[in-house]
């Protein structure tokens, strides 16, 4: 049985005065990994082929602490379709995956959230209207599907975080926005993420803070300055990467091994942080005041737990967290073969 959720308490402004709200996110790169997106394009084709694996994907993150299943239309919209000449696939890609999170949310009793995303198409007023078009849509699908909230997610300009705002503002319904700051610590924009925080807060915001693009580390380095210009829900997702202070995106990182030497988004692998490191950033980014929790490209429920258990939780996965004592050669149990973990230094 699924733990008593954040739904069954109240709604995600109930729940977050009362404490922090894990929303596990990473569905691209897990999908690309199991070869059902296509990196590059990142469309969430899948909801459309698949819809059986991401219902499952959405059960595992729940299970392993999430307190929200977020729709999978991370880069379902307009401009994206446009590029693969899918644009057809539009509406019903978007109603499906709302379909799907909302049976695995109701089912577990968690919250529902809906998504948009950055539009790539963003150069600032004269791009407004094209924009605005464009979450609307998607917005209104999700306020049919019935979602609790809409997180509008990973803005590079504050610009294009402000029209989403006020969108998810007019559907009636909280709204989550988060940042993505690249190499530099500014937004395209120019903006500090502090300055552009208080603006998205002011606008109606009700969670705000920064998402994607930048491992624990060199977020959290952002993160220490927001709380200077802003009082209210802050949310904190790093991808599970090691950027750092040199290279503090994910899309900066280097490996000279590679042909252009750039490990994303196919070679990341030897970047990715353990559980232990999602820990540590969880009671790390929870003193500094965030309570809207979660991790983005490249997660698994494994680093989902291990941020819940930093926060005192024992999700249902719990059960199956590490427990060395049985190991044949490292345990400590008295009924283990001496010779073994007498071995045990020759491993």
């Known amino acids: 049985m699924y733990q008593e959720t954040s739904a069954a308490r109240g709604g995600l402004l109930d729940r977050l005065d009362n404490g922090p709200v894990i929303c596990a996110e990473g569905y691209l790169f897990e999908f690309e990994r199991r070869g059902y997106v296509q990196a590059g394009a990142f ?38 379709l446009r590029l693969l000449g899918k644009e057809h696939l539009l509406e019903a890609m978007n109603r499906q995956a709302l379909a799907v999170a909302r049976d695995v949310a109701r089912e577990t009793g968690t919250l529902l959230a809906g998504d948009i995303c950055n539009t790539n198409v963003f150069t600032g007023g004269e791009s407004v209207d094209t924009v605005r078009a464009m979450f609307e849509e998607q917005v209104g699908w999700a306020v049919e599907a019935g979602v609790d909230f809409i997180v509008g997610e990973t803005f590079a300009f504050a610009g294009e975080a402000l029209v989403a705002t006020e969108v998810i503002r007019e559907a009636g319904l909280p ?18 993420p502090a300055e552009a925080c208080k603006r998205i807060a002011d606008a109606g915001a009700d969670v705000v803070g920064l998402k994607c693009i930048r491992g624990p580390r060199t977020m959290l380095a952002l993160r220490e300055e927001i709380p200077r210009t802003f009082d209210g829900h802050l949310a904190a997702l790093p991808v599970p990467y090691r950027t750092h202070e040199l290279e503090p995106s994910f899309q900066s990182l ?50 989902v737990r291990a941020m819940a258990e930093a926060l005192g939780r024992t999700p249902e996965a719990s059960r199956y967290s590490a427990d060395m004592s049985k190991h044949a050669y490292l345990g400590t149990d008295a009924l283990l073969n001496d010779e073994n973990r007498a071995y045990a230094r020759e491993l």
């Open 254 to 303: 280097s490996d000279p091994t590679l042909p252009e030497g750039r490990p994303f988004p196919t070679a990341l692998d030897p970047f990715t942080c353990n559980r232990y490191e999602i820990a540590d950033f969880t009671r790390e980014a929870l003193a500094l005041g965030v309570r809207y929790f979660g991790l983005c490209c490249g997660a698994g429920p494994h680093h």
């Open 175 to 192: 709204a989550v926005i988060t940042l993505a700051v690249h190499r530099h610590p500014i937004t395209r924009d120019g903006l500090t």
């Open 43 to 80: 469309v969430p084709e899948v909801v459309l082929e698949r819809p059986d694996l991401v219902a499952g994907l959405h059960h595992d993150f729940v299970r392993a602490g999430s307190d929200v299943v977020q729709a999978f239309t991370y880069y379902a919209h307009r401009e994206k």
